[in-house]
C-alpha cells in the first residue's frame, strides 16, 4: 500500500459484489483469447450483468488481477485482457476453480500487499490480530476506516470467507464475531502452492537474494495468510527441503532459507498432489 491517500472506488472496487467462480471463469475465458472491448461488449460475451454505473464486469475484472490470474489495461473505455502463467495454470487443470488449491492461491494473492485489493491485504498487512485473536466488528471497521479515510463497505469481503463465499471453505478468516484470523496446518497437496507462494513474495521483496531469514519471511506475512504460526511455518519449510525446493540452515539464529526453485519451476507441479 504505497499510496498516501485512497479514493473510495479504489477502495471499494468490488462495488458492493463478493467474488463468484462462474464470472471469473468467464473472464479467464476471455483472457487466454486477449480479448478487447467495453465493459458492455464484456457483459454480452460472458452474461456478467454490468450497467452504466455498475455492474460484476468491472469488479471481476479486478478480482482476477488481484487474485494473480490476469492482468489488463484500460484505454478509451475498452479493456485488454491477458492471463498470467498461474491463470494459464489454473485454466488448464481447474476450470471452474473447485480446487481448494486454486482458491488458496487466488487468496494468498488479493491480501498481498503489493499486487492485492486494499480491504484483503489490509488484514494481513495493517490490522494489528495475531493468529486466532478476535476483534470486534466496531473496532474492525474503524481500524479499517481511520486508514483509508473514506468510508469502507466491508461487505464483499466478509461475503467471500462466509457461509458459500468464494473463499469459505479454506476457513482461514471468521467473521461470525468481528474477526479472527484462524490458524490452520500444513497439508500435503498443498506443498506446491507454499512454493510457488513464497517465491512469488521473494521475488517481489528480494529479487537479488537467494537467502533470507525466517524473520524477512514472517515480515512478508506468508505464513500469516495461511494461518501457520512459526512451528508450522518451519514444518512446512521441512517438506519444501524435501521437495528439494529450498535448503534450512537452521545452524543460524533465525534460522534461514536457501532457494533452489523459481516459481516457473513449481508452477508446472501445482495440482501434482492432488489425489
Excluded at 169 to 195: M, N, Q, T, W
Aim: negative net charge; proline residues 2%; hydrophobic residues 35%.
Amino acid at each position: 500500500m504505497n499510496e498516501t491517500t485512497f479514493s473510495y472506488d479504489s477502495v471499494n472496487f468490488h462495488k458492493t459484489f463478493s467474488p463468484q467462480d462462474s464470472y471469473i471463469t468467464k473472464i479467464l475465458e476471455l483472457a487466454k483469447e486477449n480479448f478487447i472491448g467495453s465493459k458492455e461488449e464484456i457483459s454480452e460475451e460472458t452474461g456478467i450483468p454490468t450497467g452504466k454505473t455498475s455492474g460484476k464486469v468491472v469488479p471481476h475484472i479486478l478480482y482476477t488481477q488481484y487474485m494473480g490470474l490476469t492482468t489488463h489495461t484500460l484505454s478509451k473505455g475498452k479493456y485488454t485482457l491477458e492471463l498470467t502463467d498461474l491463470g494459464k495454470t489454473v485454466l488448464e487443470n481447474d476450470k471452474y476453480l473447485f480446487e481448494d488449491i486454486t482458491r488458496l492461491i487466488c487468496h494468498y494473492n488479493i491480501c498481498d500487499e503489493e499486487i492485492g485489493a486494499y480491504l484483503w491485504s489490509f488484514i494481513y498487512s495493517r490490522l494489528p490480530l495475531m493468529l486466532d485473536e478476535t476483534m470486534s466488528d466496531e473496532a474492525m471497521k474503524k481500524k479499517f476506516n481511520d486508514f483509508f479515510m473514506v468510508k469502507t463497505d466491508l461487505g464483499a469481503l466478509r461475503k467471500s470467507y462466509s457461509d458459500d463465499g468464494f473463499f469459505a471453505l479454506l476457513d482461514l478468516l471468521d467473521f461470525s464475531d468481528g474477526i479472527r484470523i484462524k490458524s490452520s496446518y500444513y497439508k500435503d497437496e498443498r506443498l506446491y502452492v507454499y512454493a510457488y507462494t513464497l517465491f512469488s513474495s521473494w521475488n517481489r521483496e528480494y529479487l537479488e537474494t537467494q537467502e533470507i531469514t525466517a524473520d524477512q519471511i514472517i515480515d512478508m506475512k506468508w505464513n500469516k495468510r495461511f494461518g501457520f504460526d512459526e512451528d508450522e511455518m518451519l514444518f512446512a519449510f521441512e517438506q519444501m527441503e524435501r521437495k528439494q525446493l529450498i535448503r534450512l540452515n537452521k545452524q543460524l539464529i533465525p534460522y534461514t532459507v536457501i532457494r533452489n526453485a523459481d516459481t516457473a519451476d513449481v508452477l508446472p507441479h501445482l495440482y501434482e498432489l492432488l489425489n
